[in-house]
């Protein structure tokens, strides 16, 4: 077995328990397309790349990269699990912001953006009203930040 396919293999299992390809491709803004790459092994992650997917899996990337684990761990007890349905909220409503503002955001930017807002709100909230509240000062902030760069 080459060592692409190890990693593939490994890639395959962490990005399977974190809520399947299309999921990590939105947190970490890794396109779609070049992750399924990385998954069916045809090409590997460069550094940057493979530092955000260690990091949105919670997977330490010395064992992404060799099966042995090398002690750089983003796996804590504070981790915060991808709610699929507070991701979702969060995106469409980065988008219609940037919609609303006339903007077109670079994908990679958003997805970035998105993850933060997600894993703050799913971090602290307590309940949905909680969270509800959460996004929409986030959203506010969003507004705020966008409207002054534009």
């Known amino acids: 077995m080459a060592a692409t396919d190890g990693f593939a293999q490994r890639l395959r299992g962490a990005v399977g328990e974190a809520g399947g390809a299309t999921r990590v491709a939105q947190v970490s803004g890794i396109p779609l397309t070049t992750l399924n790459n990385y998954l069916?092994?045809?090409?590997?992650?460069?550094?940057?790349a493979l530092a955000v997917l260690a990091q949105v899996l919670k997977r330490d990337i010395a064992?992404?990269?060799?099966?042995?684990?090398?002690?750089?761990?983003?796996?804590?007890?504070?981790?915060?699990?991808?709610d699929a349905e507070l991701l979702d909220?969060?995106?469409?409503?980065?988008?219609?912001?940037?919609?609303?503002?006339?903007?077109?955001?670079?994908?990679?930017?958003?997805?970035?953006r998105c993850a933060q807002i997600h894993n703050a709100i799913a971090a602290t909230?307590?309940?949905?009203?909680?969270?509800?509240?959460?996004l929409e000062?986030?959203?506010?902030?969003q507004r705020q930040e966008l409207a002054v760069r534009s």
């Open 40 to 48: 069916a092994g045809r090409s590997e992650p460069k550094r940057p």
């Open 63 to 82: 064992w992404l990269v060799t099966g042995r684990s090398g002690g750089a761990s983003f796996q804590t007890e504070d981790a915060v699990a991808i």
């Open 89 to 112: 909220q969060v995106m469409m409503a980065m988008l219609s912001l940037c919609a609303e503002l006339g903007l077109k955001p670079a994908r990679a930017h958003l997805g970035r």
């Open 125 to 134: 909230a307590r309940d949905s009203t909680e969270r509800q509240r959460m």
């Open 137 to 141: 000062m986030a959203l506010a902030l």
